[in-house]
């Protein structure tokens, strides 16, 4: 995976909570299983095969609802998607808000996908505080095909994502995925991205 301009120096990116950001570029593995016919599981390991995140939910159902957990099991996030149609003329569009803890109706950030006919996925994130409806704070981009995806502030990527994809372990209902979060970049936060993401693809 290739280095990106982003380096060390630059300004902190938290958007879950600062104790997931860390000086130095984070080399992060994780792993997709799908349990019984039923529900997703995602454990997220940092390079010394550490146990850092847990997300989970069910599969077979309409508005997706995703759960963020740490090493124990308490609750961090709660990943949960709407489809909505953004005007006359415009097609139904998947929509995600992404809450504090399990229960909260706070919102930390919205995730919306920019346009559903094309073959390269772009989602926009806006922040609570972002007046402008049309540019968002960060944006994802990639695609299933392409087996690789990446996340950006502005112009910059902070955190790339490569899809260790084969036909085996796809058809065992387990995948995996090595990504690269930028120092001081909050990979809580770049995770709930690669999730939703991912959930958008399939």
Not at 11 to 39: A, H, L, N, W
Not at 144 to 155: G, H, R
């Amino acid at each position: 995976m290739a280095n990106s301009a982003w380096g060390y120096g630059v300004p902190m990116i938290s958007v879950v909570g600062d104790s997931f950001c860390v000086p130095y570029t984070m080399e992060i593995t994780v792993k997709k299983r799908i349990q019984g016919f039923s529900k997703a599981h995602y454990d997220v390991f940092d390079s010394s095969g550490n146990l850092l995140l847990q997300i989970d939910g069910s599969v077979w159902k309409i508005s997706k609802k995703r759960v963020m957990r740490d090493p124990t099991g308490i609750p961090l996030l709660t990943l949960k998607q709407t489809i909505c149609n953004f005007g006359q003329s415009a097609k139904w569009r998947k929509v995600w808000t992404v809450h504090p803890g399990e229960n909260s109706d706070d919102i930390l950030f919205r995730v919306e996908e920019r346009n559903p006919v094309q073959l390269k996925t772009r989602l926009d994130v806006f922040l609570p505080d972002n007046d402008n409806k049309k540019a968002g704070d960060f944006y994802v981009t990639g695609s299933f095909a392409s087996l690789s995806f990446k996340a950006y502030k502005d112009k910059s990527p902070i955190a790339q994502v490569h899809h260790s994809y084969s036909w085996g372990s796809f058809c065992k209902g387990r995948e995996s995925f090595k990504v690269r979060v930028q120092p001081e970049v909050d990979y809580s936060f770049i995770m709930a991205l690669l999730v939703i993401l991912e959930e958008n693809e399939n």
